[in-house]
T-cell receptor, first 109, second 115 residues
Framework: GQQVMQIPQYQHVQEGEDFTTYCNSS?????IQWYKQRPGGHPVFLIQ?????EVKKQKRLTFQFGEAKKNSSLHITATQTTDVGTYFC?????????FGTGTSLTVIP | DTGVSQDPRHKITKRGQNVTFRCDPI?????LYWYRQTLGQGPEFLTY????????KSRLLSDRFSAERPKGSFSTLEIQRTEQGDSAMYLC?????????????FGPGTRLTVL
């Protein structure tokens, strides 16, 4: 269907460890977006990936779009307590956007 | 502050009552979205406006829900005859005029509790 599946649902890491969340679709995506939602906050746009095999970096965050454009990943290197929150991927069909269930990241100091 | 604003931030109502929420998007954004989010879930798409036209509406959306954007600026979302299952965070988001970039700017949301 239209949903995107995200794994894992929860991740607890020690501060300084790396973290990866995966987003999978059964159909080819035109693009994929990533958002971060802090506890009690609202989603904040991080990035959009469009091209097959695309890799983008934002400081300690690395975003990848699969070659087949059916999956994407977000990797955080050396997590910090400020990385705490839920990370969502989102796909769109026209102007309808479908968010994944998110990966909730807890960073243990 | 030039971000997306929503009012009220919290609403408690009794089952069967009608409620209306307001969203003020970023001023130059002509695209506006409404979402509903429940605990542990991602935002669920409800409807989309481009200027004043409602171009997309979720097929899962009950006919008790209606949204307007009369002048292409602020938008309202009304829920009639509220049910306990309507309790959720209602998020509004806006985007600049269409292009390849689909970045959405979310407001703080209106938390609805139906008793």
């Amino acid at each position: 269907g239209q949903q995107v599946m995200q794994i894992p649902q929860y991740q607890h890491v020690q501060e300084g460890e790396d973290f990866t969340t995966y987003c999978n679709s059964s159909t080819t995506l035109s693009n994929i977006q990533w958002y971060k939602q802090r506890p009690g906050g609202h989603p904040v746009f991080l990035i959009q990936l469009v091209k097959s095999g695309e890799v983008k970096k934002q400081k300690r965050l690395t975003f990848q779009f699969g070659e087949a454009k059916k999956n994407s990943s977000l990797h955080i290197t050396a997590t910090q307590t400020t990385d705490v929150g839920t990370y969502f991927c989102a796909r769109n069909t026209g102007n309808q956007f479908y968010f994944g269930t998110g990966t909730s990241l807890t960073v243990i100091p | 502050d030039t971000g997306v604003s929503q009012d009220p931030r919290h609403k408690i109502t009794k089952r069967g009552q009608n409620v209306t929420f307001r969203c003020d998007p970023i001023s130059e954004h002509n695209r506006l979205y409404w979402y509903r989010q429940t605990l542990g879930q991602g935002p669920e798409f409800l409807t989309y406006f481009q200027n004043e036209a409602q171009l997309e509406k979720s097929r899962l959306l009950s006919d008790r829900f209606s949204a307007e954007r009369p002048k292409g600026s602020f938008s309202t979302l009304e829920i009639q005859r509220t049910e306990q299952g309507d309790s959720a965070m209602y998020l509004c988001a806006s985007s600049p005029p269409s292009g390849t970039y689909n970045e959405q700017f979310f407001g703080p949301g209106t938390r609805l509790t139906v008793l």
